[in-house]
C-alpha cells in the first residue's frame, strides 16, 4: 500500500483500489467507488448475457454503459447510477421486456433494492 492504495483479496484475486492524484492518490486502479458501480453494470451483463444463452440468442454487442452522480449532500454516497445496456441487433423485440426484467434483477441490483444489514468492527 502507498499513498491512498489499498490491495485486497477476493478469491485468491488480488486487486487494488487507489484514488485519483486530486484526492491524494497516484491513478493506480479504480477507486472503491468505481469499483461499486462496475459492479452493478457487470452484474447487469452476466445476468442479460445468462438470459440470451439460455434462450438460444447471440451475446454479439451485448455491453453496458454504466454513469453515476455523487450526492452533493451528507453523508457521501452515490445519489444515481445510469445504466444502459446495449441488445445483439438480432435480439427479437418480443425477447426486450423479459431481457430487462433479468437484467434488473441481478444480484448487486437486488442487494441496492434491499440493502444488506452492514457491521464495521475494529480488530
Known amino acids: ?17 487507489d484514488q485519483p492524484p486530486e484526492a491524494g492518490g497516484e491513478d493506480e486502479a479504480p477507486t472503491p467507488t468505481e469499483l461499486f458501480v462496475a459492479s452493478l ?25 454504466v454513469s453515476y452522480r455523487m450526492a452533493a449532500d451528507r453523508p457521501a454516497r452515490v445519489a444515481e447510477v445510469r445504466l444502459s445496456l446495449r441488445v445483439p441487433e438480432d435480439l427479437p423485440e418480443a425477447r426486450r421486456p423479459a431481457l430487462l426484467a433479468v437484467a434488473s434483477h441481478c444480484t448487486v441490483h437486488n442487494t441496492l433494492t434491499s440493502p444488506p444489514t452492514v457491521t464495521i468492527d475494529l480488530l
Not at 500500500?1 to 483500489?17: I, K
Not at 444463452?53 to 451475446?59: D, M, Q, V
Open 41 to 65: 453494470a457487470t452484474c447487469v451483463a452476466f445476468y442479460a448475457g445468462r438470459y440470451l444463452t439460455r434462450h438460444g440468442l447471440s451475446r454479439d454487442g451485448l455491453g453496458v454503459a
Open 1 to 17: 500500500m502507498t499513498g491512498e492504495s489499498y490491495e485486497f483479496a477476493v478469491r485468491g484475486h488480488r486487486m487494488l483500489v
